[in-house]
């Protein structure tokens, strides 16, 4: 299996900054994606961001020039810098990852527990 710990959330000011990690662990064989989604009260959970093992990324039009999504490979490690963060970023943000596991036959869907971003007014 596939354990993900989101780190980097809390409480900002609108316009300020965050800065989101995310570490995979378990009996990893290969990653495609990692990403983001965030789910905020009362709303469907979104994509954020994701960035594919070759660097390839791709991001909600919400948060496109604002948000930079980044991978280590070696390390199984993706982070999110959100700047010039607004009130409407408040939300939990859900790591996820596109991962094979050591003797599966199958790619899988792996989250991790959240993380509470919360912007103020």
């Known amino acids: 299996q596939v354990q993900l710990v989101e780190s980097g959330g809390g409480l900002v000011q609108a316009g300020g900054s965050l800065r989101l990690s995310c570490a995979a662990s378990g009996s990893i064989f290969s990653i495609n994606y990692m990403g983001w989604y965030r789910q905020a009260p009362g709303k469907q959970r979104e994509l954020v961001a994701r960035?594919?093992?070759?660097?390839?990324?791709n991001y909600a039009d919400s948060v496109k020039g604002r948000f930079t999504i980044s991978r280590d490979n070696a390390k199984n490690t993706v982070s999110l810098q959100m700047n010039s963060l607004k009130p409407e970023d408040t939300a939990v943000y859900y790591c996820?990852?596109?991962?094979?596991?050591?003797?599966?036959?199958?790619?899988?869907?792996?989250w991790g527990q959240g993380t509470q971003v919360t912007v103020s007014s």
């Open positions: 960035i594919a093992g070759g660097g390839g990324a």
């Open positions: 996820n990852a596109d991962a094979w596991v050591r003797g599966s036959i199958s790619w899988m869907d792996y």
